[in-house]
């Protein structure tokens, strides 16, 4: 039987308040079972204070979250955040541990031939070479260590993966071959996937549908289609405008001759 796709996530008038300032304010919005949804928008926009209501590292003040129709505020907060990957920037990978170590790290049950076996397919999965698992991550470049930091979070067959610019710190090169290999494993496994990027050509190359998060509010939500060509507001036209005006003078300067 083929593996069920991840769950949809509702967030239902979703406020974080920090004092005066609402860091989320007022979300309402579906992901679809499935969906590869980009959360884009300025530093401070809100956008890794929403990604954590969902996994309730941030409790919202106002509001709830669900998953599959299921608060998880009902949900045992351990159990919870192991059903669901968290990658972020700086993976946060343990030095004194081999890349097997920190790969079963949340899921590893002590003397479990199995998880040996595991971990091997786990970076498989995200094309690192088998004999990695014995090494250090000292020893990894930038690249290896999110790919190790993606494997850690699918140890635990989740569903949902929430990605806090998970990409951010690479070079464009590794950074275009990850996301694009990213996506590749969420269409194989049927992930529900949610990345937040301030990039928003990688949005747009990525997603199938884009968020754009502006003071604690989605400001605009669109398929990239739309996101390019309609006019969804002036927060959307601002991060669009970049990556247009540079293919602009890189096209212009090709055909130059
Ligand atoms: P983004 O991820 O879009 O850069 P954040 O969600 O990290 O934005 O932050 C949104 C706003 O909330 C910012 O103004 C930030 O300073 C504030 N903020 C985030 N976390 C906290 C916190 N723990 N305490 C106080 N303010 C916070
Ligand atoms: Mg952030």
Request: aromatic share 4%; charged share 25%.
């Amino acid at each position: 039987m083929a593996d069920p796709t991840g769950p949809s996530v509702t967030f239902e008038g979703v406020t974080k308040r920090y004092g005066d300032l609402a860091a989320v304010d007022d979300v309402t919005l579906k992901i679809a079972a499935g969906g590869f949804v980009a959360l884009v928008g300025q530093s401070g926009s809100g956008k890794s204070t929403l990604l954590k209501t969902v996994n309730r590292l941030t409790p919202p003040s106002e509001g709830r979250v669900l998953l599959d129709g299921e608060a998880v505020a009902a949900r045992e907060p351990h159990r919870l955040r192991r059903s669901i990957g968290y990658v972020f920037q700086n993976v946060g990978l343990f030095p004194h541990l081999t890349v097997r170590e920190n790969i079963l790290i949340n899921h590893r049950i002590a003397g479990d031939r199995a998880a040996a076996g595991a971990a091997d397919e786990l970076l498989d999965m995200v094309e690192l070479p088998r004999e990695f698992a014995d090494r250090r991550p000292s020893e990894l470049s930038g690249g290896q260590a999110q790919r190790v930091g993606v494997a850690r979070a699918l140890a635990g067959k989740p569903g949902l993966m929430l990605m806090d610019e998970p990409f951010g710190a690479l070079d464009p090169v590794t950074r275009d071959s990850l996301g694009q290999a990213y996506r590749a494993l969420h269409d194989r496994l049927r992930l529900t996937t949610v990345m937040v990027t301030h990039d928003m050509a990688e949005a747009l190359l990525l997603a199938d549908r884009v968020l754009v998060m502006a003071a604690g509010r989605i400001v605009a939500d669109a398929p990239p289609q739309s996101i390019l060509n309609d006019d969804l507001g002036p927060e959307a036209e601002a991060l669009v405008a970049v990556p247009r005006a540079q293919a602009e003078r890189l096209v212009a300067m090709e055909t130059r001759s």
